[in-house]
């Protein structure tokens, strides 16, 4: 059986607005396995873009996390990412577990080169690997009969920065003006490597590219440019969400093949957020269905496109448009999750709502081998 590296576990979210408090999460059950691309689907406000959000424990106020675990597991043992401290998720966020966002554009800093943000990611994560390069290409200079008036000086301070990067002598010569030009080797090795992840994500020109700032890229290279940063540190897992909405179907294409590609190449695991089936049908391995901040029903891709169970999934597949047949919608609205109904949230909206859905939540329960749903039509 295939080791589950991710587990979110009764996950529940709050928003706490004028309004009211917005339901946001009502007890989200999610598992992701070693290698597999995981797709959450469902309609708009749905709670899907929340979810990943909530890996990452990256929720804004007004938002709370209420309850429930998130188990990271990446090195057999478990660690609940909603309770560890903000230093520690800094080190998990980008090299262990990373986010494509939505909108690259708001993703971006613009005051900022792609190149920079690609390398701030590096520099943070994979420090060690580029003093070490620096340390090399020094040794390099020195053995050419090329190094300069401080190169001596400047291999001294890289192999105290491998021994002791937090040395507080190291803070002081990184205020001296003079000294402190030893980072230049840092930086420019930290440059050579983002410009290799451009080319990896085939962006022409990445020489060029790399020196651009967010508003000079297309919204494909924007695109490309996030995934760049989200990559750059081979994570485990890879949390994509929407990343191709707002770009044009052949662009939508590329990144496709693109995401499908580099998790062979970097064996990461993908939860890939979409309202669109046809690329969950393209793209994943398991799909969880997920309606009114709940998930639904969770299975294999074709147990889900060909024997759905939840009364939503079913819907949900018939309201896909086909030739010579008329389109079907869903009928009624999505509730408002400042006062969402009890009991089952899609029992206005359901053909087959019994008594007991007006009144109890059904559990996810495991309706057939490894196809979960939560309806009570499979106690």
């Not at 301070?157 to 990067?165: A, D």
Request: charged fraction near 25%; aromatic fraction near 6%; proline fraction near 6%.
């Amino acid at each position: 059986m295939t080791k589950e590296i991710l587990v979110v576990d009764d996950l529940r979210l709050n928003f706490y607005t004028y309004e009211g408090v917005v339901e946001a999460l009502d007890g989200v059950n999610l598992s992701l396995k070693k290698g597999e691309t995981l797709g959450v689907v469902g309609e708009t406000g749905c709670g899907k873009s929340v979810t990943g959000l909530s890996i990452l424990n990256l929720i804004p106020p007004p938002g709370r996390i209420e309850g429930g675990k998130v188990l990271f597991n990446p090195k057999k043992k478990p660690v609940d990412l909603l309770v560890q401290k903000e230093a520690i998720l800094r080190r998990v966020r980008g090299k262990y577990i990373s986010m494509v966002f939505q909108d690259p554009r708001s993703a971006l800093n613009p005051v900022y080169t792609a190149g920079d943000q690609i390398a701030e990611v590096l520099r943070h994560h994979r420090r060690k690997e580029l003093i070490q390069r620096s340390l090399e290409r020094i040794n390099e200079e020195i053995e050419a009969g090329k190094a300069g008036f401080l190169t001596g000086y400047y291999k001294g301070i890289y192999q105290k920065m491998l021994k002791n990067p937090k040395a507080l002598s190291l803070l002081i010569l990184s205020k001296i003006p003079i000294v402190s030009r030893y980072k230049r080797m840092l930086n420019e090795e930290a440059k050579k490597e983002a410009i290799n992840m451009l080319r990896i994500m085939r962006i022409p020109d990445p020489e060029r590219v790399v020196d651009m700032y967010p508003h000079e890229l297309s919204g494909g290279m924007a695109q490309r440019v996030v995934i760049a940063i989200a990559l750059a540190c081979n994570p485990e897992v890879l949390i994509a969400d929407e990343p191709t909405t707002n770009l044009d179907v052949t662009i939508q294409l590329q990144i496709l093949d693109l995401i499908k590609e580099l998790k062979e190449k970097f064996s990461s695991s993908i939860i890939y957020v979409t309202h669109d089936m046809g690329v969950i049908a393209q793209m994943c391995d398991r799909v969880a269905v997920m309606y009114a901040g709940n998930v639904v029903e969770l299975a294999d891709l074709f147990e889900i496109f060909k024997k759905p169970l939840h009364p939503y999934t079913q819907a949900l597949l018939e309201s896909i448009p086909r030739p010579g047949k008329p389109f079907k919608s869903i009928e009624g609205t999505v509730p408002s999750l400042v006062n969402p109904p009890e009991g089952c949230r899609f029992n206005d909206r359901c053909p087959y709502a019994m008594e007991i859905c007006r009144k109890e939540k059904p559990k996810l329960v495991e309706a057939k081998k490894e196809h979960f749903v939560q309806c009570f039509l499979y106690r």
